[in-house]
């Protein structure tokens, strides 16, 4: 019964249109690689036709919802870096999929990746991210990027046997634990969290590059099965005293500005690593003798650059 006088029911109004959003038009239905980086896109749509598809490039753009890929099973890379997705779904038909690039979005768990047992590279930088899971089941990842989030334990990385490269900088981690299962791993990038000792590393023999600035690390320690280590960062931590790096005789890469490091029995420990080539001493106090660069070339004579400047080829000076 109607009520004359009394006002309408509250309509639900309709979304705002997002400012001037573009659709995806396909030109060329045919093609392997399809560019719509910058393009103002704010859904995924109409992408049906393309039945050799193996490359998509979508960074950059307004979307805010991963849909409308369900016939693109032939494709092999997926990039939507950079726009506004919030959940990782309708993924499942993308069985061939080898790289998904999700970094700088608005995700906060990772979830929807049950089917890509193919992929290889998985990037999900900058999200908000808070627990590592659901990944475990991939049999192929090489790459796992979750750097920038809000993550606080290593975990649920058991059985990853084909990793070799992890990138968990700029989170919120307290402990370096639970990679026993990641003997393949070659990068391991840890700088800026909040870990205070170098340890578990021990399965990690394959480890090329260890990445464990902006901590709070006071000895250099328990890297005894890191032979193969080329480079070693471990800048601004609270270290005093370089030494357990005589073992790794391919190391060539050694950052360790902004520490504490004031003597120079310290340097004179590196001389049986003959391969380095690279040190950045600079902010230590080390660096406030008047003879500091002189006396490192003297000391390591392998040296090419020292801090941010490169070595003459006289075997003394040093570049101003």
């Known amino acids: 019964m109607d009520h004359e006088g009394s006002p309408p029911p509250p309509v639900t109004p309709p979304p705002p249109a997002d400012v001037d959003t573009q659709e995806i038009i ?17 859904k995924i749509e109409n992408l049906e036709p393309l039945k050799n598809l193996e490359r998509l490039y979508l960074r950059w753009n307004l979307i805010k919802k991963i849909e409308g890929l ?15 997705i919030v959940v990782i779904e309708n993924l499942d038909n993308l069985v061939n999929l080898e790289i998904l690039d999700l970094s700088f979005n608005r995700i906060k768990e990772i979830t929807g990746l ?4 193919k992929l290889k590279k998985l990037f999900l930088s900058s999200n908000k991210i808070n627990e590592i899971k659901n990944v475990n ?8 990027e979750l750097g920038d989030n809000r993550i606080r334990e290593i975990k649920n990385l058991n059985g990853l046997k084909t990793l ?34 170098i340890e578990n590393l021990h399965e990690l023999t394959a480890l090329e590059q260890l990445y464990i600035s902006e901590n709070g690390i006071s000895v250099i320690e328990n890297l005894d099965n890191q032979i ?6 471990l800048a601004m931590n609270r270290i005093t005293v370089i030494e357990n790096l005589r073992h790794m ?36 106090p080390i660096a406030s003798d008047p003879a500091y660069r002189r006396k490192l070339k ?9 801090d941010a400047t490169l070595c003459r080829g006289d075997g003394f000076s040093l570049v101003a």
């Open 114 to 117: 049950g089917n890509l047992l």
């Open 70 to 84: 369900d016939t693109l099973q032939t494709l092999v890379e997926l990039e939507l870096y950079d726009n506004q």
């Open 26 to 42: 396909i030109v060329n239905e045919n093609t392997e690689e399809l560019d719509l980086n910058h393009g103002r896109i704010g």
């Open 228 to 233: 193969k280590l080329q480079t070693l960062d």
């Open 298 to 306: 003297l000391c390591l004579p392998s040296l090419q650059q020292i």
């Open 137 to 144: 089941h991939l049999p192929k990842l090489e790459l796992l």
């Open 249 to 284: 005789s391919d190391l060539e890469e050694l950052w360790l500005n902004d520490n504490q490091i004031s003597e120079w029995s310290s340097i004179e420990y590196l001389k049986d690593n003959k391969k380095i080539a690279t040190i950045y001493l600079e902010r230590n």
């Open 164 to 197: 070799k490269q992890l990138y968990l900088g700029k989170n919120k981690i307290t402990k370096v634990q639970n990679l026993e299962d990641l003997t393949d791993l070659e990068i391991l990038v840890l700088q800026s969290n909040r870990i205070t000792k």
